[in-house]
C-alpha cells in the first residue's frame, strides 16, 4: 500500500510499498487516520519512496500539490485524474525518468517547471493542455521519445529551450504570448512562423536552425537578442 505522512486535516503520499512492484495503484483521493477521513492533498512532496517499477500511477483530484521526487523513479504511466487540483508540475519533477511512457497531465495546469520532462527517454507523446500559462527552461522536453509537440494556446511565456528539437512546420504563435526564451524554437524544423501581436520579447537564437524563408516582427516586439533568426533562409527581417 501507500506510504504517507498525515496531520489533523490532510495526508502527503510520499511513496509506495512492495506490493505496488508491477501494480497499476490508484492513490485514494481520502485516507482513514485515526479513525478520522482525511483527503488526500500531496504526493511526493518530501520524497518517494517505492520497490520496484510500478506499472501505472493514478493521482487523485484531491491532490492539489506534487513535489520534484518521481525524478528518476521507475514508473511506466501516470495519470492525473480529471478535474485535478494541480496546477504546478515543479522543476525536474518527471525528468530522467527512462520506463515513463505515457503521462496524462492534469485538466487545469497552468505552470510547467524547469526541466520538468527531460531525458524521459521513451515517453511518446504528450497533451498540453490549454490552461498553461509558463513553460519553463533548461529544455523542458530535451531528450524525450516524440517530436511533434502541440503549443497550448494560453501561453504567455516560454522558457529556454522550451521547444527546441520538436518538429513544427507551420506556427502559430498563441495570441497571448508576451516572452520567448533562448533558443526556445532552436532547430524546431519551422516553415513559417506568425507572430503574436503582444510579443515583446524574443531572445538569442530563440528561431535559429529553421527553415524560414520571411519573418514579420510585430510593433509590439521591444527586444530581440543576438541571432534569434540565425541559420535560416531568411534574406532580411
Known amino acids: 500500500g ?5 496531520n489533523d486535516t490532510s ?11 508491477g501494480a497499476s495503484v ?7 487516520v485515526g479513525g478520522n477521513s482525511l483527503p ?4 511526493a512532496t518530501n520524497n518517494w519512496t517505492q520497490t520496484g517499477r510500478i506499472a501505472s500511477l493514478t493521482i487523485p483530484s484531491s491532490v492539489t500539490s506534487i513535489g520534484g521526487y518521481f525524478n528518476g523513479k521507475d514508473i511506466v ?22 520506463s515513463l511512457t505515457s503521462i496524462t497531465l492534469p485538466d487545469r495546469v497552468q505552470v510547467i517547471g524547469h526541466y520538468a520532462f527531460k531525458y524521459d527517454s521513451n515517453l511518446r507523446s504528450i497533451v498540453l493542455p490549454d490552461t498553461i500559462t509558463t513553460i519553463g527552461s533548461g529544455g523542458v522536453f530535451d531528450g524525450t521519445g516524440f517530436t511533434s509537440l502541440n503549443v497550448p494556446t494560453s501561453l504567455v511565456t516560454i522558457g529556454s529551450g522550451a521547444f527546441q528539437g520538436k518538429n513544427f512546420g507551420a506556427l502559430v504563435m498563441p495570441p497571448n504570448v508576451t516572452t520567448i526564451g533562448d533558443s526556445a524554437f532552436r532547430n524546431s524544423n519551422i516553415t513559417s512562423l506568425t507572430l503574436n501581436s503582444q510579443v515583446t520579447s524574443i531572445a538569442s537564437n530563440a528561431f535559429a536552425l529553421n527553415q524560414l524563408t520571411s519573418v514579420t516582427l510585430p510593433p509590439s516586439l521591444q527586444t530581440i537578442g543576438s541571432r534569434a533568426f540565425s541559420n535560416n533562409l531568411i534574406a532580411s527581417v
Do not use: K, L, R
Open 11 to 21: 495526508v502527503s503520499v510520499q511513496g509506495c510499498n512492495e506490493t505496488c512492484t
Open 26 to 32: 490508484t492513490i485514494p483521493s481520502t485516507m482513514i
Open 40 to 43: 488526500v492533498t500531496s504526493v
Open 77 to 98: 504511466s501516470i495519470v492525473f485524474a480529471p478535474n485535478s487540483g494541480v496546477t504546478v508540475i515543479p522543476d525536474a519533477a518527471f525528468s530522467s525518468m527512462s
Open 2 to 6: 501507500v506510504i504517507y505522512t498525515a
